[in-house]
């Protein structure tokens, strides 16, 4: 079965206008002179049209100097106008990690990745504000009934704002989750008896859907730009007509849609939050 996203997405916003909350604004720090995070910028602005919000962007140069940086954040920080901040990385400047995810307000996370609503989702059960890609996925199993808890789970990437999350929220689900890399040595084995596969490697053919069991579910969260102007995901589908023999989400169309849509459930959760 092909999981699309569409659906998902259009019930996250309507919930959301049904709340009817007042505009909210959305402060993005944004690596200028980037086409890749340029057509991400404009994806952002068409939806947070849908629910009568709008974008406001900091250019981030290679000029800027990281305590001008720093400053312009403390600013969207202190602005009641701000409702939510996202930073778009890599930014073309060096910033301290550390101090990236102390200085956004906690409040105002879209992202879900301050130390501490990390700490609190990782240490409880708590998922106020988690990821936007990661709480995407999870969202794509609900809405299509498919069992999660006792499930064998493999997690294709350990980023801490894709990969670790997802292996977080499946564990809350009771699943069994493994978090697998581009190191790791025996991924077709562990593909091979996966009731779930969750890729986020950013590497195209990573996985290849003949290596998957009969019955299981992909959720393809990579995305790659192909010579042919295409867009594709990390699988590779090697055999015709998969969608008979195992579920997965197609790119475009699956996880990307249904996390522009989280981004939004996560910018109300702030404005909620605030006040």
Not at 160 to 188: C, D, E, M, Q
Request: with cysteine; hydrophobic share 40%.
């Amino acid at each position: 079965m092909l999981l699309k996203g569409k659906v998902i997405s259009d019930k996250i916003i309507a919930g959301i206008l049904e709340k009817n909350l007042p505009k909210m604004t959305l402060a993005v720090f944004h690596p200028a002179n980037d086409s890749v995070a340029g057509s991400y910028l404009k994806t952002k602005e068409k939806w947070l049209k849908k629910i009568n919000s709008e974008i406001r962007v900091y250019p981030v140069s290679e000029s800027m100097s990281e305590s001008r940086f720093f400053e312009q954040l403390e600013s969207a920080n202190n602005d009641p106008d701000v409702t939510g901040i996202m930073v778009e990385l890599p930014l073309p400047i060096k910033t301290d990690t550390e101090a990236l995810h102390t200085k956004i307000s906690p409040f105002k996370d879209v992202d879900g990745v301050t130390y501490l609503n990390q700490g609190a989702f990782f240490s409880s059960g708590n998922e106020t504000l988690v990821p936007c890609t990661s709480l995407a996925a999870i969202r794509m199993l609900e809405h299509y009934d498919i069992p999660v808890s006792g499930k064998n789970v493999v997690v294709i990437g350990r980023s801490y704002i894709v990969g670790l999350p997802l292996f977080k929220l499946f564990l809350n689900r009771n699943a069994t989750p493994t978090v697998t890399h581009r190191k790791t040595t025996n991924l077709p084995e562990l593909l091979a008896k996966a009731d779930i596969v969750a890729i986020s490697a950013g590497t195209r053919g990573i996985v290849t859907s003949s290596q998957v069991k009969d019955g299981a579910t992909v959720l393809d969260i990579g995305i790659h730009v192909l010579d042919d102007g295409s867009v594709a995901g990390d699988m590779i589908l090697d055999r015709e007509n998969e969608a008979e023999r195992i579920n997965y989400t197609p790119v475009p169309g699956g996880v990307g849609v249904v996390t522009n849509a989280v981004m939004l459930e996560n910018l109300v959760k702030c404005y909620e939050m605030q006040k």
